[in-house]
């Protein structure tokens, strides 16, 4: 029998190196590949709920593709010695929208009432995001009119707001803005100076600056207090980790029709008139009328074969994984950085939700990379040091581990947001519909703002019942507004 490589052979041999050529240069085809109605890259939030969503809009055979091996996409948990720390730290509601694509869920969760904090500049832990009493009153009389005369200043100049410092500088004024820290948490938090921060963002994710500050806004939440309004509980993971939450969810995406396709590193996307396909480094080919990516923006240009003239920026984080015991100096059990010193930016006090082991407390510290932090060793260096100068963590300090994750999040440097608009909607020329924290470029705080993002995205909204729809979109509006506690 002849083979197929003796013919190939024997064409080459026969036309020369074109024919080769000819050969190997063939347009990807359909042919011989798993066909779906729709692929979706990236099995986390923003993945799932589209899964959900186009289940709604009767798609019937959905492939969900991702090169971890678990679901949930940077909810990423690390357990060793009988503790389990979370990549950041993440706060579920029980009113979420997540829990109406995923109703089974909810049993899963743990009930918590975290409490919020800050170090500030002072060497005081005090109330996250401001406290009048910490960061105005206790500045003394001379401070108290600088606070005062900085703002009216900030007012009165009105210049044209170009960037984040701008920003929180007219409405809470330079020297409360150094004062309280606030200045140095968003260098960390977004991994540039404020004042190299897009401005877009700083409307976007900043807005609470505006709502504090103003009268307007302040008599506003005044009357907001006497409305009646939807209280929610607070959420967490279950203690196993991620995968016991996530599960349930899998199960059920799969009961109706949703192929997982996890550990799966795609190495090309092509298309084939109206097809996409996908070729994974290893496997069968997959292949679909539509695409829909949550993975970074620049990934997705690499693997469709597209120049990108600027590469988007992302945060690095490293997740630092301690257990403790002694005296940790304070009782709030997530603890944010607003101090002049370190790279970290934010502690979770995870025996606080799910108890001590053996006696020892333990907790994750995000910290975000930097020229001089670049690696596990260094951050952890640093962070001992800095909270011994703090007198905090007074005891037996043990690192059990850590992580470091590239792409966290977006950073928002000038023209960021607009840049990535354009490379958006040139997938979208492409046909490729990318959308969500990644996909988007699009920082989101909370499973409920990935969500909505995600529901939005596909032109989808959940029936509400007429006497609640109203409130609950004030309702999301608002929680829009809030400092980002939960992620």
């Not at 010695?81 to 993440?90: A, C, E, P, Q, R």
């Not at 969500?451 to 029936?463: D, I, K, M, Q």
Request: charged share 25%; glycine share 8%.
């Amino acid at each position: 029998m002849i083979s197929i490589e003796s013919i190939v052979s024997l064409l080459a041999n026969y036309g020369g190196e074109s024919m080769l050529d000819s050969y190997k240069l063939q347009p990807e085809t359909a042919s011989e590949a798993d066909v779906y109605d729709a692929i979706i890259l990236g099995a986390g939030i923003t993945g799932l709920v589209a899964a959900s969503v186009l289940l709604r809009q009767n798609s019937t055979r959905i492939a969900i593709i991702d090169e971890y091996q678990h679901i949930g996409g940077n909810h990423i948990d690390w357990s060793a010695n009988g503790f389990t720390f979370d990549i950041g730290s993440l706060i579920f509601q029980d009113d979420s929208p997540l829990l109406k694509h995923f109703p089974e869920l909810l049993e899963h969760y743990v009930h918590i009432h975290p409490t919020w904090g800050r170090l500030n500049p002072q060497r005081k832990i005090t109330r996250y995001p401001i406290s009048i009493v910490d960061d105005i009153l206790r500045a003394g009389p001379v401070g108290i009119c600088r606070i005062a005369l900085s703002i009216i200043h900030a007012r009165i100049r009105r210049r044209r707001l170009r960037n984040a410092k701008d920003f929180a500088r007219f409405w809470i004024g330079g020297y409360l803005l150094k004062r309280s820290g606030l200045e140095n948490y968003m260098a960390r938090f977004y991994g540039v100076p404020p004042e190299h921060i897009d401005l877009e963002l700083a409307e976007k994710r900043m807005m609470w600056i505006k709502e504090h500050s103003s009268l307007r806004g302040l008599l506003r939440k005044m009357r907001q207090r006497k409305l009646p309004h939807l209280k929610n509980k607070q959420l967490a993971r279950p203690k196993e980790g991620y995968a016991a939450l996530y599960e349930p969810a899998k199960i059920g995406l799969i009961e109706k029709g949703v192929t997982f396709r996890l550990g799966t590193l795609i190495s090309k996307v092509a298309k084939d008139n109206e097809q996409f396909i996908l070729t994974p480094a290893q496997g069968k080919r997959i292949a679909a009328a539509r695409v829909i990516s949550t993975m970074p923006i620049n990934i997705m240009y690499r693997l469709c074969g597209l120049e990108q003239e600027k590469p988007l920026e992302t945060i690095t984080l490293i997740s630092l994984y301690f257990s403790f015991s002694g005296d940790r100096g304070f009782t709030q059990s997530i603890l944010y950085n607003f101090s002049y010193e370190a790279a970290w930016k934010r502690l979770t006090i995870y025996s606080d939700f799910y108890g001590r082991n053996e006696g020892r407390e333990y907790f994750a510290v995000e910290v975000v990379s930097n020229d001089t932090i670049t690696s596990i060793e260094l951050a952890e260096a640093e962070f001992r040091a800095h909270v011994a100068s703090n007198a905090i963590f007074n005891g037996d300090l043990k690192l059990e581990g850590g992580q470091v994750l590239k792409n966290a999040y977006p950073i928002y440097t000038h023209g960021a947001p607009a840049e990535a608009a354009r490379q958006i909607d040139r997938l979208k020329q492409f046909g490729i519909e990318s959308f969500g924290r990644h996909g988007a470029f699009n920082y989101q705080p909370t499973a409920r703002v990935s969500t909505l993002e995600a529901e939005r995205a596909l032109g989808y909204r959940h029936p509400e019942p007429a006497d609640n729809s109203e409130r609950r979109e004030q309702q999301d509006k608002r929680l829009e507004l809030i400092p980002c506690k939960n992620g």
